[in-house]
């Protein structure tokens, strides 16, 4: 089993990976094309793994010493990366919803149009005239 310094080290390293990758990942959504992020999502998730693994490790070492580690600069650092990466998802999330909203409004819209359109109906002696006027 790895030391405390060296999992600590190891987990730095997988949260600032994973905060490069949601900065990509929030490019991505920017730019609004689906394809490449769905591309990204299997990526992050292995992120998202590896990181998932190393802190069950992590904290089953912590149990295990039955000593408060808080004080340690690099458990300092890595709650702070934390932290930035738990903003950046939700900074995300809030970008995400905003634009299914604007996308439903303009589903709804479009739908709307669709409607109307559907209710103007060319009558059978009218149809092939370039004006439907009199005559």
Same mark, same amino acid.
């Given at each position: 089993?790895?030391?405390?310094?060296?999992?600590?080290?190891?987990?730095?390293?997988?949260?600032?990976?994973?905060?490069?990758?949601? @900065?990509?990942?929030?490019?991505?959504?920017?730019?609004?094309?689906?394809?490449?992020?769905?591309?990204?999502?299997?990526?992050?998730?292995?992120?998202?793994?590896?990181?998932?693994?190393?802190?069950?490790?992590? @904290?089953?070492?912590?149990?295990?010493?039955?000593?408060?580690?808080?004080?340690?600069?690099?458990?300092?650092?890595?709650?702070?990366?934390?932290?930035?990466?738990?903003?950046?998802?939700?900074?995300?999330?809030?970008?995400?919803?905003?634009?299914?909203?604007?996308? @439903?409004?303009?589903?709804?819209?479009?739908?709307?149009?669709?409607?109307?359109?559907?209710?103007?109906?060319?009558?059978?002696?009218?149809?092939?005239?370039?004006?439907?006027?009199?005559?």
């Amino acid at each position: 089993m790895a030391s405390l310094e060296e999992l600590l080290e190891l987990s730095i390293r997988q949260y600032r990976a994973l905060l490069d990758a949601g @900065n990509k990942l929030t490019a991505l959504v920017e730019q609004g094309r689906p394809g490449p992020i769905q591309d990204f999502c299997g990526e992050l998730t292995g992120l998202q793994d590896e990181a998932r693994r190393t802190d069950l490790e992590l @904290n089953a070492l912590l149990r295990a010493a039955g000593k408060p580690v808080t004080t340690h600069s690099l458990f300092r650092e890595r709650l702070e990366l934390m932290r930035r990466v738990l903003a950046g998802t939700e900074d995300l999330g809030a970008k995400g919803r905003g634009m299914l909203s604007a996308l @439903n409004a303009e589903r709804t819209s479009l739908t709307g149009g669709r409607t109307a359109l559907s209710g103007y109906r060319v009558g059978p002696d009218r149809r092939g005239r370039i004006f439907n006027g009199p005559g």
